[in-house]
């Protein structure tokens, strides 16, 4: 598995759509966001091979917003398809790529993963508050830029 461009610079408004080659597989990550983590963690668990494209979401590229509706991270771009939703898109890459699944199949094991993600997800979003939202004043879109 190869991750290329994880500490590549985060992309914004006025850059260009960086040319997508076929049969490769994309992230839009945002760094250190929790939910873009989870699509990242899911990528590298699944050994998937995939070029990493950061991205400013305080400046957003005009671009993405073909990709995302909202222009939010994380998606994934796979075969012209693109899949939004952190919550979604683990379940989008165990069907893609069944060959390394991590969920479960099992219908009750099914809905007890779905109630700890949501737990989790809330856990995540709390931190994510705590060390960045509340940090606001340092949390500016030239700050974004210089990762
Ligand atoms: N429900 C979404 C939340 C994603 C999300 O809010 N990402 C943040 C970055 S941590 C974002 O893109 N914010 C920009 C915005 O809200 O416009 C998911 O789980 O994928």
Redo the contacts with the bound molecule.
């Keep these: 598995m190869v991750l290329t461009g994880v500490n590549s610079k985060a992309l914004r408004k006025g850059s260009a759509e960086p040319p997508l080659a076929a049969g490769a597989f994309r992230v839009y990550n945002?760094r250190f966001?929790p939910?873009?983590l989870r699509a990242m963690l899911y990528v590298a668990a699944k050994g998937i091979d995939a070029e990493v494209i950061n991205l400013n979401?305080t400046d957003k590229a005009e671009w993405y917003f073909k990709k995302h509706y909202?222009?939010?991270?994380?998606a994934v771009e796979h075969d012209g398809n693109v899949v939004?939703?952190?919550?979604f898109i683990p379940e989008y890459l165990d069907d893609a790529f069944p060959e390394s699944r991590i969920l479960p199949t099992d219908p009750f094991e099914k809905v007890q993963q779905k109630l700890l993600a949501d737990r989790l997800t809330a856990v995540s979003f709390l931190l994510f508050f705590r060390h960045s939202v509340f940090a606001w004043e340092n949390f500016t879109t030239k700050q974004i830029d210089s990762w």
């Design positions: 945002m966001c939910w873009a979401v909202l222009g939010k991270a994380p939004i939703e952190s919550g």
